[in-house]
Nanobody
């Protein structure tokens, strides 16, 4: 059983920054892959970033590469998404997800078995 709680969303002006946090409650995190997805109204949930808990390898969508950074703090059992140079099209509900590390692509929702409730990010002037 894995429980995920996101925090850190809010309203920010274009060009600004936000850091999202995802606190993970699980017996062991070693064999998990952690992901961030986002979903705008009327659109499908899309991959943003992922990190492998055991070796800290990362993956990003093309739309956020170079602007966003995913990281983890093992002691705090927390995954972060640092978002810089935010744009209006980054506006969405952001979801933290976890799943057992497998051969499934981390860019698909099928790779994840647990999801947080989401936190809203709005980029607007």
């Amino acid at each position: 059983q894995v429980n995920l709680v996101e925090s850190g969303g809010g309203l920010v002006q274009p060009g600004g920054s936000l850091t999202l946090s995802c606190t993970v409650s699980a017996r062991t995190l070693r064999f998990l892959t952690m992901g961030w997805f986002r979903q705008a109204p009327g659109q499908e949930r899309e991959f943003v970033a992922a990190i492998w808990w055991d070796n800290s390898s990362t993956a990003y969508s093309d739309s956020v590469k170079g602007r966003f950074a995913i990281s983890k703090d093992a002691a705090k059992k927390t995954v972060y998404l640092q978002m810089n140079r935010l744009r209006p099209d980054d506006t969405a509900a952001y979801y933290c997800a976890s799943g057992p590390t497998s051969t499934l692509s981390v860019r698909t929702t099928r790779a994840y078995s647990s999801w947080g409730l989401g936190t809203q990010v709005t980029v607007s002037s």
